[in-house]
């Protein structure tokens, strides 16, 4: 089954990549067989493989009733290029290490971070606060819970606020973050 993917004569060669491997069987019947008008012949297009040929991991098989004559009709036309790509998506989803080894971690940095947080969640605050330096995920949940919209832009640390501190909250409904 790799050779109707990976042989040029296979009928599902149009899907061969050399950076992504699978195996299948193309399908096409003709239905309503009654018919004597050509625009009226109806076409079920399938496709059935696995992935990655060599150790299969995964299988998946696509249908499609009536494709558009206008795109085609054929397995490897229709139904082939949807397996193609809801296998790469699968594929590059999908973890390639079994087992995440573990780490030793020194908790003393996150234990300080969690405590500059937590400091600075509970006071009261009637105005903003300097959110600079603090951790983006950090001022956000600060914000929020002080019922403030907020707009991020990057990732990181805050290294500007659109509201300067010391501001009065109730004058506030949405503070800007940009975060280094």
Sequence with gaps: MKDVVEKDYGTGHAMYSKNFSMAGKTGTCQKNYVAKDPDKLA???SFAGYFPADNPKYSCIVIIHEPDKSVGYYGADVSGPVF?????KSHAISPLVDEVEEKDFDETLLLESYEKYYAHAQKKYNTVPNLKGMSGMDAVSLLEN????VEVHGNGKVKNQSIEQGTDIKQ?????????
């Excluded at 002080?146 to 919209?149: A, K, S, T």
């Design 172 to 180: 506030v409904k949405k503070i800007v973050l940009e975060l280094s």
């Design 43 to 45: 076409y079920i297009s």
């Design 146 to 149: 002080l019922g403030i919209q």
């Design 84 to 88: 193609k790509s809801m296998a790469q």
